[in-house]
């Protein structure tokens, strides 16, 4: 069964950066979309970045020009540098497969989720 681990998750001060990795297990993973999903303490998941398996990519509003998904099929991972961090970005980062190959910018189309990356900035 896919398996998914993120890694790169950290304290940071507001301004600065992190990358984050999520690596799969299983042979299907150049035809999903990967989507990027946070959880901010106490409040509901959101959605944050994608990737879908041809490549195209989507963003949240709040997060245009300072993250970049990018995905290596050869190692199975994808990607999200964040720059310019803000307090605001506090959450946990959980990476998501759409088995359709998609990027939807809706959580519940996520199929799989791994377990979550805390990433915690300072105000």
């Known amino acids: 069964q896919v398996h998914l681990v993120e890694s790169g998750g950290g304290s940071v001060q507001a301004g600065g950066s992190l990358r984050l990795s999520c690596a799969a297990s299983g042979r299907t993973f150049s035809s999903n979309g990967m989507g990027w999903l946070r959880q901010v303490e106490d409040k509901e998941f959101e959605f944050v970045a994608s990737?879908?398996?041809?490549?195209?990519?989507n963003y949240f509003d709040s997060v245009k020009g300072r993250f970049t998904v990018n995905r290596d099929n050869a190692k199975k991972t994808v990607y999200l540098q964040m720059n310019n961090l803000k307090p605001e970005d506090t959450a946990v980062y959980y990476c998501?497969?759409?088995?359709?190959?998609?990027?939807?910018?809706?959580?519940?189309?996520?199929?799989?989720w791994g377990q979550g990356t805390q990433v915690t900035v300072p105000s």
């Open positions: 990737i879908t398996s041809g490549g195209v990519t």
């Open positions: 998501g497969e759409n088995w359709a190959g998609l990027g939807s910018m809706r959580v519940e189309e996520y199929d799989y």
